[in-house]
């Protein structure tokens, strides 16, 4: 019933920024915790952050220091903000709940690190 909708990816130089939006609609999407998940080409789809209705956050450590997660619940909003990426961030990125995915994956958004 959940339908899940990432955007904001792209093509960014080593250093650059940008900044994910999910959008959930179709169900209780917004009363669960949250996550961002990806899948680099050859790779098993890990959680890179979480967020819980009250606000805690929790990041994978190749990602702490510069990742940060955020929600708007009444919008049924959920984001992440990259910074200082890398090549190695260079995924198809994906949002659900946390810490155990329980809906329906989107088609992701594709971001890509690179000079």
């Known amino acids: 019933q959940v339908q899940l909708v990432e955007s904001g990816g792209g093509l960014v130089q080593p250093g650059g920024s940008l900044r994910l939006s999910c959008a959930g609609s179709?169900?209780?999407?917004?009363?669960?915790?949250r996550g961002w998940y990806r899948q680099a080409p050859g790779a098993e789809r890990e959680l890179v952050a979480g967020i819980t209705r009250g606000g805690r956050t929790n990041y994978a450590d190749s990602v702490k220091g510069r990742f940060t997660i955020s929600r708007d619940n009444a919008r049924n909003m959920v984001y992440l903000q990259m910074n200082s990426l890398k090549p190695e961030d260079t995924a198809v990125y994906y949002c659900n709940t946390f810490p155990h995915a329980i809906f329906p994956w989107g088609q992701g958004t594709q971001v890509t690190v690179s000079s």
């Open positions: 179709g169900g209780i999407f917004s009363v669960n915790a």
